[in-house]
């Protein structure tokens, strides 16, 4: 290092960080040339107070801003401690620019992945969290026995207003909770936001009243912020519960924004993770999807997709558990043989509903139902409206599965002795208990 640098100074493996420190969690990769301590040295440099050279206008009092790298190994791991004073208070966008920010485009560091943040108390408390939370969700449907069921119209985009109106009826009527807009609709000319809106609270109604059950509808109303709010008031005006935001497409300043202006109007709020993968799959680089949804309980979301263990889209079982853990427990305590995550407490701050989501159908429900618990929503898209008798015939299908599966009996065995349960054997039929690639 030359002897200009001081990059070494923000390193020390004997710092002891207090209870009112942010703690962010690293895998680094030198580059060649670099050792583990030169490059963290240079991300808690970076990321705090330093640049690549001493300064003149280092005053003492901005030195005792300095952030620690005091957990520093050879395989990578480095632990990070940050004075709160560097972070405002209630501001995702700030965050995200802070230890989310520069650090991953120094040419020091070939590879770099943020595992985990530690927010202590003081920062917890500046955001809102979840409005409304997994009780807050389940008195608003008065459903409390079951995990929660929400469907995709599929395909996800093309349809007509009137075409898609026809299969959200006919995916309440079957026995969903929540028809759901997928990630990519939202007022296209096909099927323009506010022609959908109506005509699917129409069918809602209908379904509500043929069938007894409340339902919901998850409609995308993800779009820049003045739009966003137009369509949020447009859908508290219908009356509807829930909106849902494509939370990383739209930033993490129209995310909190979002949180905002769902409180103002008391709509409970579905997280979509699309766009997560292109920064949380890759191994070496990048931010771990655990690391996204604690903010998304931080800032506030009401669910979250997360993955399932027997679903389409890559998944790391233990890291899911983490995440559902680190989601609806009040106190997350890592697992003792994990060297990698910090304990979280939420300080109040209500638990989001798990979304399974991705190649689901009745078949591969009881498994998933086995790892995951029952307090999750589940998304069933071509599991339902791809039932060989069509969408209703679909949604009976989940729910016949899911009733055998509290009853504790095969899905085989309770489709041949409920004969009047079809729908699930032709499901049975149709995909067995494949899971899909």
């Known amino acids: ?57 280092l005053k003492p009092h901005i030195r005792e801003l300095m952030a620690k790298a005091y ?64 009780k807050g969700v389940r008195d608003i449907l008065k ?10 119209a599929k395909p996800k985009v093309g349809h007509t207003t009137e075409e898609y109106a026809q299969i ?16 990519n609709l939202t007022s296209q000319k096909f099927n323009r936001f506010e022609k959908r809106l109506a005509a699917v609270m129409k069918m809602i109604e209908k379904a509500e009243k043929e069938t007894g059950e409340r339902k919901g509808y998850l409609v995308n109303v993800t779009a820049p912020p003045k739009e966003l709010e ?4 447009l859908v508290a005006d219908y009356g509807n519960k829930f909106i849902m935001v ?18 103002e109007y008391k709509l409970a709020i579905h997280a979509h993770r699309a766009f997560h993968a292109a920064f949380t799959r890759p191994k070496d680089h990048g931010v771990a999807f655990y690391v996204i949804a604690k903010l998304a309980r931080l800032v506030g979301v009401d669910h979250i997709h997360i993955g399932t263990n027997v679903g389409k889209m890559q998944a790391d079982l233990i890291e899911l558990k983490d ?52 307090d999750i929503l589940i998304q069933v898209g071509g599991g339902v409206t791809g039932h060989p008798d069509g969408v209703i015939a679909g949604g009976k299908a989940v729910r016949q599965a899911i009733e055998a599966y509290k009853q504790g009996i095969p899905l085989d065995e309770y489709a041949k002795e409920h004969k009047e349960h079809k729908e699930l054997a032709r499901a049975l039929e149709k995909w067995g208990y494949v899971r899909p690639a």
């Open 143 to 152: 459903v409390y026995d079951r995990p929660l069921l929400a469907t995709v």
């Open 323 to 374: 995440t559902q853990r680190v989601i609806t427990e009040d106190v997350f305590k890592p697992r003792p043989d994990d060297p990698i995550k910090e304990p979280q407490d939420w300080y109040g701050r209500k638990p989001v509903f798990p979304v399974a989501s991705g190649g689901l159908h009745p078949g591969i429900l009881p498994q998933l139902l086995d790892f995951m618990g029952m």
């Open 246 to 263: 494509d939370i990383l497409a739209a930033g993490p300043g129209v995310w909190q924004y979002t949180r905002d202006v769902a409180d």
């Open 168 to 183: 959200a009826y006919e995916i309440a009527v079957g026995g969903m909770d929540f028809v759901k807009d997928d990630e």
């Open 71 to 134: 957990v520093v190994r050879e395989d990578g791991l480095i632990k990070v401690a940050y004075k709160l004073d560097l972070f405002e208070l209630g501001s995702l966008p700030q965050l995200f620019s802070s230890v989310l920010g520069n650090i991953f485009g120094m040419k020091a560091i070939k590879g770099l992945k943020v595992l985990d943040i530690k927010f202590p108390r003081e920062y917890v408390e500046s955001f809102k969290g979840p409005q409304f939370g997994i």
């Open 230 to 233: 137009k369509r949020i008031k």
């Open 1 to 57: 290092m030359t002897d200009f640098e001081w990059y070494l100074d923000f390193v020390d493996k004997d710092y002891k960080p207090s209870p009112d420190e942010m703690i962010v969690v690293f895998k680094a990769k030198p580059a060649p040339g670099f050792s583990i301590e030169d490059i963290a040295g240079r991300i808690a440099s970076e990321s705090s107070i330093g640049t690549w050279t001493t300064l003149a206008t």
